[in-house]
């Protein structure tokens, strides 16, 4: 098998060197990675994960300094990746564990009816049920499914241009215990967030994430160096990103900059001019009409995700276009984590701006990650549901009264939270500190809160266009489990049933 593909690729290099393609449209490679949040690059300075292919895409295209998603949960991330619009107009598609409507355009079956080859691998769409796209073309929000990037490779005709989702798991939990540590990482050189007690148990287990941040890399490397033998890597746009911030405490499930910011570059030799840093507010909904733009496809009035275009093919650095000077993000139910029949989530909106992060807590009666009664939880057994498992959490619950500083940071990620938060960050890099309620800032709350509502009811976002925002987003089944506390047993089946 390895030699027939080898044959393959080298009659492919001699096409594409001869001229041979009769579509000279650009490529795509998608590549994302579960769960790989900002600012966890060595690009980024993070002076002890090693991405190879990220810096290298980084510095032979552009750089993203201010790339966010739009919904810190893996489904309506992705969902608002692939059909350009922010998830809070996708219906149920706006939560984890879900379906995506049909009537809802993705860009790969776009590219698809324009003549791309399209596939995905691994986790592209979801988690959820996508049986209601069996009928469509591909049979997938994402086109078809291969069991590698190799494979892909193989069928794809040569007379079109191809577009392939590279996906992975990686960095998602669970995490092989130690298992940065025994790569040879120094756990003591990592930085960690603030809002993080200084733990070993949370060094190692932040080494171990980086560990499969390594794994996800080493992948897009592979694939890098596949186009490369084949002669098509100048002529593939290739975008290398997360989808959401870390599985760790006030990360993932959360607008901060640690759950909501991802890492983001891009790479296109024949139109992009290289090693470039641009610090635009862009966000993963711009990737849809970004795609087919450079595909020369028409983008569909229903995405609101502005195409990046301009700026890949400027010669600037810095910001290139002035009115990207911010972004919106937002949350709707993860897992339903609440108490007794609330089957509800923490629905929230955010405008990230150079200086400020404004937060409106739409029910700040709700516990932001989920009731830590596991008892009393909706899910039975689920606790502090939409946080990930794993030994950072078990820690700062284990710990949260051992002195101050672990209560405090136990609190920024699990306690309640008032409607509305705002973080200074010239001030509060680290957005730990709410100055919503002070005096001098209150000049700069109403703008920003007003800058807010317009844009959410511009974009026609439910919870601020409906009376029935919680039939929209809390009433849709939930197809998916939660992370259960450590003491919980299931009950036991009848054995006559």
Known sequence: ???SIAIMFAILSVCVASNLLADDRPNILFCIADDWGWPHAGVYGDPVVKTPAFDRIAKEGVLFENAFISSPS?????????????????GWGANLHSMLDTRHQTYPHL????????????????????????????????????????????????DKPFCFWLGASDPHRGYQLNSGRQSGMD???????????????????????????????????????????????????VVMTGDHGMPFPRCKGNLYDCGARVPMAVRWPLKIPADRVVTD??????????????????????????????ILTSSQSGRVEPARDHVLTGKERHVPCQEGDDSGGTPMRAIRTDQYLLIHNYRPDRWPAGTPNHKLA?????????????PTKTYMADNQDKDDEH???????????????????????????????????????????QQLKSSLVSSSDPRETSDHADQIFDQPKYFGGGPRHPSYQPPKKNSKQ
Not at 83 to 88: A, E, L, R, V
Not at 136 to 150: V, Y
Not at 412 to 425: G, Q, V
Request: aromatic residues 12%; hydrophobic residues 40%; proline residues 5%.
């Open 1 to 3: 098998m390895k030699h």
């Open 74 to 90: 893996c489904t309506p991330s992705r969902n608002a990746i692939l059909t350009g619009q922010y998830h809070w107009r996708l």
């Open 111 to 158: 590219l698809a009816g324009a003549g791309y080859f399209t596939g995905h691998w691994r986790k592209s769409w979801g988690p959820g049920k996508v049986d209601n796209w069996l009928e469509t073309p591909g049979g997938h929000p994402a086109g078809k499914n291969f069991n590698s990037f190799d494979a892909f490779l193989q069928a794809w005709p040569r």
């Open 187 to 237: 756990v003591n050189q990592i930085k960690l967030f603030d809002h993080f007690p200084d733990s070993e148990t949370i060094r190692s287990d932040v080494a171990d994430y980086y560990f499969e941040v390594q794994r996800f890399d080493s992948d897009v490397d592979k694939a890098l160096a596949t186009l490369q033998s084949m002669n098509l890597l100048d002529n593939t746009i």
């Open 281 to 310: 507010f862009v966000s993963t909904t711009d990737l849809a009409p970004t795609f087919l733009e450079a595909a020369g496809v028409a983008i569909p009035a229903a995405m609101t995700g502005k195409s990046w275009m301009n």
């Open 378 to 390: 909706h899910i039975p057994g689920c606790w502090l549901g939409d946080c990930d498992n794993g």
């Open 407 to 449: 209560r405090r940071k136990y609190d920024l990620s699990f306690a309640k939270r008032p409607e509305w938060e705002l973080y200074d960050m010239r001030q509060d890099a680290a957005q730990m500190t709410n100055v919503a309620g002070k005096a001098e800032y209150a000049e700069i709350k109403t703008q920003l809160a």
